[in-house]
């Protein structure tokens, strides 16, 4: 296996719950659910010495292109040339075509040109890394969508056995099926969703995750996605410059990773003293009006996130009918001043066609941004002449053939 290193910055791994933390030495195999909260645990969070994180910054983030820019503030300092130079740096722009409709700066981040297609590669990258670090030999995690595609790629790129992909029944023969299968995955099949291929893949792959040979690269099971994710929020603050960030981000939630990840992010520069006393970040959750737990949960008040029967949506990144990470994202748009917002399928389809029409590359889960923008200008929860970040997560290449574009 290739050389990744761990961070000598990565102090310990804390429970997003209860706050317990994990020595970083005390660590002796991969890591997956905290062991504190009741089985099965919940998602554990790295937590780095930012003096030593400040120290790093000079000699190793310049080595670096792409994700590895921001190794200091990963949990891998170190992976082979070649694993991630062509993931993250993406584009941020004016959406100059909306802008008099919604009366407000529109700024768009475009993360279809990483090398699988979407966001996922952040996360992805330095999942795999990371669980490699820790001993892992081979990933595995059930999916309905970009993920999977990803773990296969940087699987591969490791020169580790293909990721072992779990989709629901429906899902043979989709781009996600045979894209996983291109960059040198195992993909199976099994239930009618994603929870259910999930448990068929639990219990048939039950020693070798237990052993730690195997890891469960599912949203938020362990705590390598989360760190790749936080460069979304690094990127904007570098793009964007402190004392002139965005008025308000506008996020598409499925699992939440990016947007607990941006807001750990911002914590983090702050803490280092790299944004100033500025306001941060309002922190919008779009969901689809069809599977919209984080929005229900966040009308509530509540402090987590119950699970609801998804009624379906086309914007695959969307249909996450429970979030294990719940009480991380409410945390984070509620710290932010933010809100979480439905829209409707007709919202989300007439998004991406007039993304589509603008010249604009984005799947149904970014078009569901657009949406969520035009809503909360109607409803006065964005106010005119904001600066408005939409993050546009994939391509329209996986879905141009789900939606009527004539
Ligand atoms: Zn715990």
Same mark, same amino acid.
């Given at each position: 296996?290739?050389?990744?290193?761990? /961070?000598?910055?990565?102090?310990a791994?804390?429970c997003?719950?209860?706050?317990?933390?994990?020595?970083?030495n005390?660590?002796?195999?991969?890591?997956?659910?905290?062991?504190?909260c009741?089985?099965?645990?919940?998602?554990?969070?790295?937590?780095?010495?930012?003096?030593a994180?400040?120290?790093?910054?000079?000699?190793?983030?310049?080595?670096?292109?792409?994700?590895?820019?921001?190794?200091?503030?990963?949990? $891998?300092?170190?992976?082979?040339?070649?694993?991630?130079?062509?993931?993250?740096?993406?584009?941020?722009?004016?959406?100059?075509?909306?802008? =008099?409709?919604?009366?407000v700066?529109?700024?768009?981040?475009?993360?279809?040109? /990483?090398?699988s297609?979407?966001?996922?590669?952040?996360?992805?990258?330095?999942?795999?890394?990371?669980?490699?670090a820790?001993?892992?030999?081979?990933?595995?995690?059930?999916?309905?969508g /970009?993920?999977?595609?990803?773990?296969?790629?940087?699987?591969a790129?490791?020169?580790?056995?293909?990721?072992?992909?779990y989709?629901p029944?429906?899902?043979?023969?989709?781009?996600?099926?045979?894209?996983?299968?291109?960059?040198?995955?195992?993909?199976?099949?099994?239930?009618? /969703?994603?929870?259910e291929?999930?448990?068929?893949?639990?219990?048939?792959?039950?020693a070798?995750?237990?052993?730690?040979?195997?890891?469960?690269?599912?949203?938020f099971?362990?705590?390598?996605?989360l760190?790749?994710?936080?460069t979304?929020?690094?990127?904007?603050?570098?793009?964007f410059g =402190?004392?002139a960030?965005?008025?308000?981000?506008?996020?598409?939630?499925?699992?939440?990773?990016?947007?607990?990840?941006?807001w750990?992010?911002?914590?983090?520069?702050?803490?280092?003293?790299?944004?100033?006393?500025?306001?941060?970040?309002?922190?919008?959750?779009?969901?689809?009006?069809?599977? =919209?737990p984080?929005?229900?949960a966040?009308?509530?008040?509540?402090?987590?996130?119950?699970?609801?029967?998804?009624?379906?949506?086309?914007?695959?990144?969307?249909?996450?009918?429970?979030? $294990?990470?719940?009480?991380?994202?409410?945390?984070? $748009?509620?710290?932010?001043?933010?809100?979480?917002?439905?829209?409707?399928?007709?919202?989300?389809?007439?998004?991406?066609?007039?993304?589509?029409?603008?010249?604009?590359?984005?799947?149904?889960?970014?078009a569901a941004?657009?949406?969520?923008?035009?809503?909360?200008?109607?409803?006065?929860?964005?106010?005119?002449?904001?600066?408005?970040?939409?993050?546009?997560?994939?391509?329209?290449?996986?879905?141009?053939?789900?939606?009527?574009?004539?």
């Amino acid at each position: 296996v290739p050389t990744v290193r761990l /961070n000598p910055a990565l102090l310990a791994f804390e429970c997003s719950m209860s706050g317990e933390r994990t020595a970083i030495n005390d660590v002796a195999g991969p890591v997956g659910l905290c062991g504190c909260c009741p089985p099965p645990g919940k998602p554990l969070v790295a937590i780095y010495d930012l003096a030593a994180v400040g120290a790093l910054a000079s000699s190793v983030a310049s080595r670096s292109r792409g994700l590895w820019r921001f190794a200091p503030l990963l949990p $891998i300092i170190e992976v082979p040339e070649g694993y991630a130079d062509d993931v993250g740096d993406t584009p941020t722009f004016r959406a100059a075509r909306f802008e =008099a409709e919604l009366d407000v700066e529109l700024h768009v981040k475009r993360e279809g040109s /990483n090398p699988s297609g979407s966001f996922k590669d952040r996360g992805l990258a330095v999942g795999v890394a990371l669980g490699a670090a820790l001993g892992a030999r081979r990933f595995c995690l059930p999916t309905q969508g /970009n993920a999977g595609v990803a773990a296969c790629l940087f699987s591969a790129r490791l020169g580790l056995p293909g990721c072992l992909v779990y989709m629901p029944e429906a899902w043979r023969g989709s781009v996600y099926h045979r894209s996983c299968t291109l960059f040198g995955g195992e993909v199976r099949f099994a239930g009618s /969703n994603v929870a259910e291929a999930g448990t068929r893949m639990r219990a048939e792959l039950a020693a070798g995750l237990a052993s730690g040979e195997v890891i469960d690269m599912s949203t938020f099971f362990e705590p390598g996605r989360l760190e790749g994710k936080k460069t979304m929020g690094l990127e904007i603050a570098e793009h964007f410059g =402190a004392g002139a960030l965005p008025d308000v981000i506008v996020y598409p939630t499925g699992g939440g990773t990016g947007l607990v990840g941006i807001w750990k992010a911002f914590e983090e520069l702050l803490a280092l003293g790299r944004l100033g006393g500025e306001r941060l970040p309002r922190l919008v959750a779009v969901q689809s009006e069809r599977c =919209a737990p984080v929005v229900e949960a966040f009308e509530r008040g509540l402090d987590h996130v119950e699970p609801v029967v998804s009624q379906g949506t086309a914007a695959d990144g969307l249909d996450v009918p429970s979030a $294990i990470m719940g009480h991380g994202i409410l945390a984070a $748009i509620r710290a932010s001043r933010g809100t979480a917002a439905a829209v409707s399928e007709e919202a989300i389809t007439a998004a991406f066609r007039a993304s589509g029409a603008a010249g604009l590359s984005t799947s149904l889960e970014g078009a569901a941004t657009l949406a969520a923008a035009r809503l909360l200008r109607l409803r006065g929860e964005i106010a005119p002449g904001s600066r408005v970040l939409l993050l546009h997560t994939a391509s329209h290449a996986v879905h141009v053939n789900r939606v009527n574009v004539a």
